[in-house]
């Protein structure tokens, strides 16, 4: 029996990878204008972090962890619960508090880009192992972290982004869930509102009533919506400071040309979240269709045993993205960038042509290198097959004599030029 990649993971494989390379490379040089530097988190913490981070009643904590016990090896070593990360802004928080990030001077701006995994059903645009492209701001308040600016710039700065990779066709809702103070008489009028409605719910609906009712809001099941759309919602239940800091948020977002819509319905599936909340969904990718998602979770380092920190931030579902992206035909760029193949003829000629394929690629030119046993006519398919236009032959006659055939394989044209020539000759922008 073959072995196949597990359900719910795949393999990226080029071209494709070209169009990832592509939206990262965007990103990077996207967050470096807002000054954020890169973050790098293990790819698995202590199972505690994301069950005190994210929410124990959160889907993600009581159903789609890869949790398992890494047994001691030594009498004196405990076993640990371990988890493979669901998501990074947990792991973010955890090392703001182990490094003392906060003793560094302003706010902590990180990005990180890397896989995240989550035991969901797998379908279009939901996997097991899925990529994230993630930033966060963090620091003291004396630093100017609970400022709406901030909420606004890490808004502004996702448009950057989606404009400056041409995705269309985006929508930015946005919602504020308010502060801890008052999520208290928010749960008690949901309760009430699901007395009498609960049991005609899903099963998952009927177990968060009592858990945590808010998270009835991250409920899919079609049927249960029309109850759900009768529930009080939270932007009831702000707080003249948060009403005041939502204002504001939006105030700066028209000013900067950002579009939104406000979705007062949307809580978001992880429990940190505080204050203003936003998704990103995009047209072209039907259920499935939230490319980002983030908000506030001014609490969250309290509550892994941090000092006060509040932070804002989101992450990107890259697989999503790239498929928003590929949608859109215009984004497969074609390749022009200068090439070469170079194919020795005959025995010992691999020497010649390693040396001369050495000279081509530190001068820049992309090179793929044949083989001496290959018929020449093998050499000019292959390179034609693979989009290569220049073949240039390495021969016993054209080392001697320091003249080399350069076929172009579209044209049919065939030039001897110099040794010093080949090089300008390759690196002339393909024509097509
Ligand atoms: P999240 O909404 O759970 O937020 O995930 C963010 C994005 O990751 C989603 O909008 C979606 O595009 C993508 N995503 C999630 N699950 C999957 C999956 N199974 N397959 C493919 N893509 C998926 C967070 O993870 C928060 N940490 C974001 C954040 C950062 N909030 C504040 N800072």
């Known amino acids: 029996m073959t072995i196949k990649a597990v359900r719910g993971t795949r393999d990226l494989l080029p071209p494709e ?35 005190r981070g994210v929410g124990e009643s959160t889907d993600i904590v009581s159903k789609e962890m890869y949790t398992w016990e890494d ?25 703001y508090i182990e490094h003392k990030l906060w003793e560094r001077p302003g706010l902590q701006k990180l990005y990180y880009i890397g896989p995240q995994f989550r035991r ?25 972290s609970e400022s ?43 309760r009430q509102a699901l007395n009498g409605v609960v049991d005609r719910m899903c099963a998952d609906c009927q177990r968060r009533a009592v858990t945590n009712p808010l998270r009835v809001f ?7 919506q029309p109850i759900i759309d009768t529930l009080p919602r939270i932007s009831g239940f702000l707080d003249e400071a948060d009403r005041i800091h939502f204002d504001q948020v939006q105030e700066i977002l028209k000013a900067t040309a950002v579009p939104f819509v406000i979705n007062d319905r949307l809580v978001r599936g992880l429990d940190y979240y505080t204050r203003t909340a936003f998704e990103f969904t995009q047209g072209s990718l039907g259920a499935q269709n939230a490319i980002l998602g983030g908000g506030r979770y001014d609490g969250l380092s309290e509550s892994l045993g941090g000092p006060k920190a509040p932070g804002i931030g989101f992450a990107i579902g890259e697989d999503r993205f790239v498929m928003a992206l590929a949608a859109d035909e215009r984004s497969t760029v074609p390749n022009s960038e200068p090439q070469a193949y170079i194919a020795p003829l005959g025995d010992g000629m691999n020497v010649q042509a390693a040396k001369l394929a050495r000279e081509l690629r530190s001068a820049g030119i992309r090179t793929e290198l044949g083989d001496e046993t290959f018929r020449l006519k093998k050499s000019f398919e292959t ?12 021969g016993e006659n054209e080392v001697a004599s320091g003249q080399f055939a350069v076929k172009d394989v579209t044209s049919g044209e065939q030039k001897i030029v110099s040794r010093a020539d080949v090089e300008k000759l390759v690196a002339q922008p393909s024509k097509s």
């Open 17 to 51: 990878t070209a169009l990832w390379n592509r939206v990262e490379q965007a990103a990077r040089d996207v967050f470096a204008l807002y000054n954020f530097s890169e973050i790098r988190t293990p790819i698995f913490e202590d199972t505690q972090l994301f069950a």
């Open 71 to 95: 047994r001691a090896r030594a009498q004196s070593e405990k076993a640990q619960s371990l988890t493979l990360r669901p998501e990074n802004t947990a792991g973010v928080v955890r090392a």
């Open 120 to 144: 969901e059903r797998p379908q279009k645009g939901r996997y097991r192992q899925f990529y994230q492209i993630g930033a966060e701001v963090i620091g003291p308040p004396t630093a100017g």
């Open 148 to 190: 709406p600016a901030r909420d606004a710039e890490v808004l502004e700065m996702l448009v950057t982004l989606l404009n400056r990779l041409g995705v269309k066709d985006w929508t930015l809702q946005l919602n504020s869930v308010g502060s801890p103070s008052n999520r208290p008489a928010f749960n008690e009028a949901l």
């Open 218 to 224: 991250d409920c899919k099941v079609p049927e249960d």
């Open 383 to 394: 390179a034609e097959k693979m989009g290569i236009r220049n073949v240039v032959i390495v």
